[in-house]
Structure formats: C-alpha cells, structure tokens
Nanobody, 129 residues
C-alpha cells in the first residue's frame, strides 16, 4: 500500500523560505515521476514541480522557476520542495503526488493532476505580505 505523507508547511512572511517533505512508503521514489501540486481556495490544483530521477529531469511551473527546487533522497525515500523568496500568491495547500502508470514526466503531462496515481493529504503554506 502506497502512502505519501507531507510535512513542513507553515506560515512565513514574504521573502521567507520553507522546505516541504514527502515521506513515501510502499513506493520506489526513484523509479517513476513524482511531483508537487498546490491548490488555493477557489482555484484548480496546479502543478508546481516534478522530478524523474531515472531520467535526471526536473520540471517547474513558470511562476516558481528559479525560486523552488525539487529533489529526492532515495535513502530516506523522501521527496522535497525547497521554496525560497516566497510570495503571498504562493499561499495554498501543497500536495505530493506519485505516478504508477504512464510516466507524466516523459509524456509532457507532468503538471496534470489526473496523470498521477497517489496523493498525500497536503500541507498548508501561508505567506503573508
């Protein structure tokens, strides 16, 4: 049974940093595509970043490129999202996602939430101005 558990969210002021973690069990994180999504109230869930370690590729939304970094620690079976220079518009619930079927990272669908099979419960990030 696959479980994804996020942590690391919180409240910060604009310009601050947070690091989100996603601990995976029952899943080999380096095998397939994993990603971070976020959803603000009244908005659709959007792809923030994804990683495909086997292909050594990372993908970022334009709104976070240069500020956020996605990475993995295979030994700890953990996915990370380092978020720097946070802005109020980054406020959202952040979710970890993992694929098991067709690889979203190599099919051009990395930012499509329906392309992922497993989801965590989410961790809230709030950025104040």
């Amino acid at each position: 049974q696959v479980q994804l558990v996020e942590s690391g969210g919180g409240s910060v002021q604009a310009g601050g940093s947070l690091r989100l973690s996603c601990a995976a069990s029952g899943y080999t994180i380096s095998r397939d595509c994993m990603g971070w999504f976020r959803q603000a109230p009244g908005k659709e869930r959007e792809g923030v970043a994804s990683i495909y370690t086997a292909g050594t590729r990372t993908y970022y939304a334009g709104s976070v490129n240069g500020r956020f970094t996605i990475s993995q620690d295979k030994a700890k079976s953990t996915l990370y999202l380092q978020m720097n220079s946070l802005k109020p518009e980054d406020t959202a619930m952040y979710y970890c996602a993992a694929s098991a079927g067709p690889n979203p990272c190599t099919s051009g669908s990395w930012s499509s939430y329906y392309a992922y099979d497993y989801w965590g419960q989410g961790t809230q990030v709030t950025v104040s101005s």
